[in-house]
């Protein structure tokens, strides 16, 4: 770009002087007329949510300006408590007039995105939606995101490797909306694999033991998330875990690798970063309608190397997995 020519005209030298000023402004100053609202299921402190946020801010830093609004629907499960939430994050939406909207995980798709802004004005980009997008008539005009989908298959390849005989298994997670459509996910794939699976879900971490025990008798577990048993107790878990472990134990879950032998899990912050880079796309004049709805493509290995030496399982390693509870060789 020439910035100026040899010959000034009248002004010249003004304009010459004022334009790195004007630059150094262009640069240094957040785009105020944009204004990003990242809408959460859940709350502060739940580890899937907190590595979505952690990817939103990581790409957005001060190129939007960012609110964040918490349904805390993990810990209040009533649907009449997530209605109001959706409401009131409804009513930020029309005073704040965000140019883009952020939805993260099932609920605030299920309660504010599809009953008030189908195909409406206000773009928004969704995230971790499991398994599909169409349970909420997406795509909209409006609307494009990110789909959650576990690697569950590729965990199924371990579970082969590992045991011979793997035709009875138990899925045990938090008495969630969320956990028990987990559930009939893999138990309709794993049935086509001619695997039969169980569930029993707890609501507080003496039942989530209690369901433990029982899992002893199958030919593997599935752990699936503890979000929605409020009285977790991360040591206490762990310890029992460890006490009473005799069959492999799998998860999905990052999370769940204190309890799990072999977790093969999705990586939160990937939904956050992608999500993120959507939105400030659109507050640069992106029409999502244009930009595809897509599944996640990343995740990570976690092996509990104690966990299994304790129920006497060998797992494979191929490198880049992460250890927990490493064994020490004598």
């Known amino acids: 770009m020439r910035l100026c020519n040899t010959t000034r005209k009248p002004g010249s030298r003004i304009r ?40 939103v801010r990581n790409v957005i830093g001060e190129q939007c300006e960012l609110r964040v609004f918490y349904m805390d629907t993990k810990r209040n499960k009533d649907a009449d408590f997530a209605r109001q939430k959706a409401l009131e994050a409804k009513a930020i939406i029309e005073t704040w007039k965000p140019d883009v909207v952020i939805a993260t995980d099932d609920n605030a798709s299920r309660y504010l995105v599809q009953p008030w802004y189908r195909d409406a004005d206000t773009p928004f980009v969704f995230a971790a ?33 590992v045991l011979p005989i793997h035709r009875h298994a138990l899925y045990l997670g938090a008495d969630t909306f969320t956990e028990q459509k987990n ?38 577990i599935i752990l699936g998330s503890n979000a929605g048993i409020n009285d977790w107790n991360a040591a206490e878990a762990a310890r029992f875990a460890l006490e009473n472990a005799k069959v492999l134990t799998v ?39 244009r930009i595809p709805i897509v599944p996640n493509r990343k995740w990570k290995i976690y092996i509990n190397e104690g966990l299994a030496r304790r129920a006497g399982i060998s797992l494979p390693h191929h490198g880049g997995e992460v250890i927990i509870n490493p064994v020490k060789e004598n």
């Not at 790195?20 to 709350?43: G, I, N, Q, W």
């Not at 795509?139 to 579970?159: F, S």
């Open 16 to 55: 010459y002087y004022l334009l790195p000023a004007l630059l150094l402004l262009t640069v240094s100053l957040p785009a105020t007329a944009a204004r990003c609202l990242l809408v959460m299921s859940y709350h502060q402190g739940y580890a899937w949510n907190d590595g979505v946020e952690r990817g």
């Open 129 to 161: 939606v499991n398994w599909t997008a169409k349970k909420y008539g997406y795509p909209y005009r409006n609307v494009t995101g990110m789909i959650e989908v576990a690697p569950i298959i590729p965990m199924l390849r371990t579970v082969s490797h």
């Open 183 to 220: 559930y009939q996910r893999f138990k309709d794939i794993y049935g086509q694999q001619g695997i039969q699976v169980d569930a029993l879900f707890a609501s507080t971490l003496a039942q989530w033991q209690q369901h433990y025990l029982k899992g002893q008798d199958y030919d593997f």
């Open 251 to 289: 998860s999905n879950h990052h999370w769940m690798s204190p309890y799990a032998m072999y977790s093969i899990t999705k990586i939160p912050e990937e939904q956050g970063e992608w999500a993120a880079e959507i939105a400030l796309a659109i507050t640069r004049g992106m029409d999502p309608a």
